[in-house]
């Protein structure tokens, strides 16, 4: 018997370290922040059951955030899913300058997302902004339209900012999983009359769809965890209009110095994610994940 | 032990005794942690300390303005070897609790502070007292302004406004005649300044948000916060307010002439009227606070010892040495301060100063100032007012865009108030 089969554990072991020291370690931490008072500006940390959860969960923010989180998954998810797998179609012809483009449209993804945040705050201001300069000079509009400060239309500005900065790596995704999928079967179906919207429900699809569920749920977790965009564009505001479930953990723990509040509604960001996984999981057909 | 002998060890205890003192004294570094603003400046008046102080040498450390407290706070709770900070009024009563910062009078002659503490204008007095003891020397002071276009007032015709309802009238002239939105407001509700401008035009109209006991009193419909609220959202709903994120974007708004009136930090008039710099600069000008009391908010910026050094006698000397030169008298480096940089200040003789009236009457009307400066109020500031501002921001943010009701919005602030009240009590 070799020695890997003796003795599993210890062959496993430089891997569980790290995996403790990075992942279990901080969480349990945090579970225990949760339960604890603390406050950076009290010096004792006494414990608290769940009198934090409690506190979030009936404070003045959560259910905001969790509605804006929710609605911010809703919309943004399948939009960059949508757009990347269009995008990447669209890319997949060979045309005049194609390697330029495919560079181009990977730019928004190597931005950080604070940088990304000033150039759309520049597009949706209301006096200098390049939006409303555009608007006006096609004379659509007579007045300035104030993008983000309107609490419906900030919404709308802050998804359409972060389905920017994320539908790259939808379509870097997609490319890859259109690269193998069967040429041969579409040419056939050319010749056999279908077009377009057909080749690509009943031959492309079939054979991407794994690769769109992984997406989905990544773009779903990577909209209900985002919080450097919302941050450096709106602030969560105006009032709670964009204020997302992972804004709030910030701003509990570092706006108002209370680490076990931050902590409890980390922990409900961590059960709803888990849920949002099952659920999506559960919603896909069995056999996803076979060969087409 | 022969005499002889005895003088010898006795003379070589008291020459080791020197030779092991002599460096410590001569080698103290004291580490100074500021906020990174004009930090070439910072490091030419510690050059000049170091200079007039052989032996004191001076480590700064600058962190960006958002993350200020935070990163002070961990260098705090972490033991990172602090010497002298900045500090704010808001700041204070949580700093100095918590035991992070020493009283002034725990390292300095009592007569020189008695003399520095007369000289100091009022409110930055009490942004700097906590429990009856001073933390600190002003390292700048200012007040919150309302600051108008002059000339757009001329052309218009409409005198300069003395109340909120004539602020309101003038700016739906103004928008009436073309002027899409004629006051600018920051509104930021991650910042303290929005809080602070808010409480700003409370003292205008002469009241308070909360009473002698602390005790939150704004959510009565009778109290001038509720009023003021009342007031902005009345604003915003007749789509007279152009939001700003932040000062730095009122500055190019106000230099396009779309708009007339702004409530900021009075240094920014100092950047709207910088010729060369902005379009319309000249035509910015500051009037008293709207209101029947025509009061405003100050606050103060201070130098600050820690509470680690002050324990330790040789660095708190040193410690407050270089507070004293660059707060003390003859004022030399907050007089740099105002002069160069535009900065407010919290001692009262500068405004005697011929070199900072001569720098300052290019972008504003010194006496009109200094008159605001004297009858500025301090804010409340208590151990919670932080962490209870940064909650109420938001929910003042909301109301003012009418997504919540003024009414909820104060009652929720107050509740708020009072909670934190008593669980810091505890």
């Known amino acids: 018997m070799s020695t890997i089969e003796r003795f599993p554990a210890a062959w496993v072991l430089p891997t569980l370290i790290p995996v403790a020291l990075f992942t279990i370690y901080p969480v349990a931490e945090a579970l225990w922040t949760s339960l604890h008072q603390v406050m950076v500006l009290m010096p004792d940390q006494p414990f608290v059951g769940l009198e934090n959860y409690k506190t979030v969960i009936f404070g003045d923010y959560f259910a905001d955030a969790l509605r804006n989180s929710l609605l911010f998954v809703l919309f943004c998810a399948p939009l960059v899913v949508i757009i990347g797998t269009a995008v990447a179609l669209f ?142 564009m709106t602030g969560g505001g105006p009032g709670t209009a964009t204020t997302l479930l992972a804004f709030q953990i910030w701003r509990e723990s570092f706006s108002m110095y209370d680490f076990g509040a931050g902590s409890a509604v980390a922990f409900i960001v961590v059960a709803i994610s888990a849920l949002l996984i099952l659920a999506i999981s559960k919603a896909m057909p069995s056999d996803l994940f076979e060969e087409a | 032990m022969k005499p002889r002998m005895k003088a010898w060890f006795g003379a070589l205890a008291i020459a080791g005794t020197a030779l092991t003192a002599q460096p410590a004294l001569a080698d103290v570094k004291l580490e100074f942690v500021v906020w990174n603003y004009s930090i070439d400046t910072i490091q030419d008046n510690i050059k000049k300390f170091e200079a007039e102080n052989p032996g004191i040498t001076v480590n700064l450390t600058d962190y960006t303005w958002p993350d200020y407290q935070d990163s002070l706070l961990l260098r705090f709770r972490g033991g990172t070897q602090t010497d002298v900070v900045y500090g704010g009024q808001d700041w204070l009563p949580a700093w100095a609790a918590a035991g992070y910062l020493a009283p002034l009078e725990d390292i300095a002659p009592a007569e020189t502070l008695d003399a520095l503490k007369k000289d100091i204008a009022g409110f930055a007095l009490s942004d700097m007292t906590y429990k009856g003891k001073l933390y600190g020397l002003p390292y700048y002071a200012d007040t919150i302004s309302f600051l108008y276009n002059k000339k757009i007032l001329e052309e218009k015709g409409i005198p300069v406004p003395t109340t909120w309802d004539e602020v309101m009238a003038a700016s739906e002239k103004l928008k009436a005649d073309g002027m899409e939105r004629p006051i600018v407001y920051e509104y930021n509700q991650e910042l303290p300044n929005f809080f602070d401008a808010f409480v700003a035009q409370t003292y205008s109209r002469g009241g308070d948000l909360f009473d002698a006991d602390k005790k939150a009193i704004f959510d009565n419909p009778e109290n001038a916060a509720y009023q003021q609220l009342q007031w902005l959202a009345d604003a915003f709903a007749k789509g007279l307010v152009q939001p700003e994120t932040h000062e730095s974007k009122i500055i190019p708004a106000m230099n396009t002439g779309k708009h007339a009136f702004t409530i900021v930090y009075n240094y920014v008039l100092a950047a709207m009227n910088t010729p060369g710099e902005q379009a319309l600069a000249g035509q910015f000008a500051l009037a008293p606070m709207p209101g029947s009391a025509q009061s405003t908010l100050g606050f103060t910026k201070f130098y600050a010892v820690t509470a680690k050094t002050a324990a330790d006698a040789e660095r708190a000397e040193a410690a407050w040495k270089f507070v004293n030169f660059m707060a003390g008298k003859p004022y030399k480096v907050a007089e740099r301060w105002a002069a160069e940089k535009g900065l407010g200040f919290g001692q009262m003789p500068l405004f005697q100063n011929k070199d900072v009236i001569d720098a300052w009457q290019k972008w504003v009307d010194v006496p009109t100032l200094e008159k605001q400066v004297a009858s500025a109020r301090a804010g409340t500031w208590t151990e919670w007012t932080v962490i209870w501002s940064a909650y109420f921001r938001p929910l003042l943010a909301k109301a003012m865009v009418g997504e919540a009701s003024v009414a909820e919005t104060m009652k929720a602030g107050a509740e708020r108030w009072n909670m934190m009240q008593a669980r810091f009590a505890k």
């Open chain 1, 91 to 232: 890319l997949r012809r060979p045309f005049f300058g194609a390697g330029i483009v495919r560079s181009v449209v990977l730019l928004p993804w190597v931005l950080p997302g604070a940088i990304s945040a000033v150039l759309w705050v520049w597009v949706f201001h209301p006096s200098f902004g390049v939006l409303n300069g555009l608007l006006k000079s096609l004379g659509l509009i007579e007045r300035s339209i104030p993008w983000l400060i309107d609490v419906n239309l900030v919404f709308v500005s802050i998804v359409a900012a972060h389905v920017w900065t994320q539908v790259p790596f939808a379509v870097v995704l997609v490319m890859a999983a259109l690269s193998a999928t069967n040429e041969e079967a579409i040419e056939a179906a050319k010749i056999d009359g279908a077009n377009a919207l057909q080749r690509f429900r009943f031959i492309t699809f079939p054979q991407i769809k794994a690769m769109i569920v992984v997406l989905l749920i990544y773009n779903a977790l990577t909209a209900f965890t985002a919080y450097d965009l919302v941050y450096a």
